[in-house]
């Protein structure tokens, strides 16, 4: 098929790569020129594993190109099938900002000179693809040639840093489809990316915009679930690790994610659970489950903050904090609503002294905070410049530190946002360890914290 896809971000690219992968002709459309000049040279704007290579390829068996300038490639160019994968950031509101999304409608009801089907992939408010048929028909009635769009909504599921395989072997494909045409032609794209006919889901267009929402909404609700019982399997020295173990061998359970942390991050978990209590509000449903999960993740944040300042008190001030693990979660350099921005902000309100590593996403960092916080070029180099680490993602180069290493660090302290290391064989190396639901194992902290914690709420 002849696909036009745009938007060049981490969907649009590995829909377009993935497409072209199976044979489809990909055109992809991005407004960012700079984007647009490193992918002709086969370069990737972000990490994402695997993913250069099938942008190579695709450019090789002349199966993928890329443009800056929609209105031409609509005009130009043959296509049955465009993608939307356009960014819809939160506004202040809580609301999904959907400029990008309407300009694009805009411009392909202007421009548009082929019957097509238009496919939403952007995660947008439930009522978009209605909202957006109305307004093609609108604009096409006013066109002096007769063309036809046809509007479906196909949500996308992919996680950053695993989003290859994600697409290729998709466990579900949800379509929101409201003709014939529009869903025979899914199924016969997405036939080849599903293991079975039926893992093609197709539903009318609330439904499946609505699917998204869930999806995520669910997901950061196991994520809340685990970090607020971790904070209190603290509290009554219990061990997370094995109550997840013990909870999620239950089969009507399982176990995904279900590791206590930080608190999510993201582009997606934070902006859609805003805008699913957003669209609640819209229709008069109070969506109170989700409202508890963002405020337990907006706690956890806190809380593990509020645990590096609670163990040095005053003399924070005159430490350096080591941290490791930038991007919001592994495998991507993706730093929006990233708990380490709000570690390093709480750091840098005090003036106290930063030095980073990540594998990935320290550029996106230094752009944010220039010289506010130094960087080290592997990860080893901080350590003896340090009085404690922070380790903020669960990168396999962390798990795989030889604990000798850390005993550079100036106070032997760490605080392990994401329970990289058995907390015993910390305590074996001489080190003070603080992690997330499994501190029973570390009696000095357990008592400290609990002492602080009770001083810091008398004060609030
Ligand atoms: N990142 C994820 O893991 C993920 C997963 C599932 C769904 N989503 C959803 O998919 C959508 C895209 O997410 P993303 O992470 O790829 O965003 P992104 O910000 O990485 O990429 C969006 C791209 O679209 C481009 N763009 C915007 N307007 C354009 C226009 N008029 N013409 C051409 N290009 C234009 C931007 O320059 C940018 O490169 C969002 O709605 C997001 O919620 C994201």
């Not at 064989?425 to 003070?432: D, I, R």
């Amino acid at each position: 098929m002849k696909i036009i896809v745009v938007g060049a971000g981490y969907v649009g690219l590995v829909t377009g790569a993935c497409f072209a992968k199976k044979g489809n002709h990909v055109t992809i459309v991005e407004q960012n020129e700079d984007k647009i000049r490193a992918l002709e040279m086969g370069k990737i704007p972000f990490y994402e594993p695997g993913l250069d290579q099938y942008v190579t390829e695709g450019i090789k068996h002349n199966l993928l190109q890329f443009s800056n300038d929609l209105a031409e490639t609509l005009k130009t160019q043959k296509y049955d099938i465009i993608f939307l994968c356009v960014g819809t950031p939160s506004l202040a509101n809580g609301d999904p900002d959907m400029s990008a999304v309407w300009k694009v409608i805009h411009c392909i009801g202007q421009n548009l000179m082929h019957n097509c089907i238009i496919v939403n992939k952007s995660t947008v408010p439930v009522g978009t693809a209605r909202k957006a048929t109305t307004l093609l028909n609108e604009i096409l009635a006013t066109r002096t040639i007769a063309v036809t769009a046809t509007i479906a909504s196909n949500p996308e599921f992919l996680r950053e840093g695993s989003a290859l395989l994600d697409f290729m072997q998709a466990d579900r494909v949800v379509c929101g489809v409201e003709s014939d045409e529009a869903k025979e032609i899914l199924y016969a794209l997405y036939k080849p990316f599903v293991e079975k006919p039926a893992d093609i889901i197709d539903m009318n267009f609330e439904s499946a915009e609505l699917t998204k929402y869930a999806a995520n909404g669910m997901l950061a609700t196991r994520i809340s679930f685990i970090n607020e019982l971790a904070r209190l399997a603290d509290a009554v020295k219990a061990d997370i690790v094995d109550i997840k173990k013990g909870m999620g061998s239950d089969k009507r359970i399982g176990s995904a994610f279900l590791n206590p942390g930080v608190g999510y991050g993201g582009s997606c978990f934070p902006k859609d659970i805003d805008a699913l209590i957003s669209t609640g509000t819209q229709y008069k449903e109070e969506m109170t489950l989700m409202r508890q999960v963002k405020k337990v993740n907006d706690t956890q944040k806190q809380w593990f903050i509020d645990s590096i300042f609670n163990f040095y008190g005053h003399d924070i001030l005159n430490k350096t904090i080591g941290i490791w693990g930038l991007s919001f979660k592994p495998e991507t350099d993706d730093i929006r609503s990233a708990p380490s921005l709000d570690l390093i902000n709480a750091l840098i309100e005090d003036d106290i002294k930063i030095i980073a590593y990540d594998p990935a996403a320290m550029m996106h960092v230094k752009e944010l905070y220039k010289d506010k916080v130094r960087f080290v070029k592997h990860k080893q180099d901080l350590l003896a410049q340090v009085d404690a680490l922070v380790i903020m993602t669960e990168w396999q180069e962390f798990i795989d530190t030889n604990l000798e290493d850390f005993t550079h660090i100036k106070d032997r302290v760490i605080f392990d946002g994401r329970n990289c290391f058995d907390p015993i064989e910390l305590h074996m190396h001489n080190l003070t360890y603080f992690c997330v639901g499994r501190n029973v194992y570390s009696p000095e902290w357990h008592e400290k914290s609990i002492e602080k914690r009770a001083e810091y709420l008398e004060q609030i």
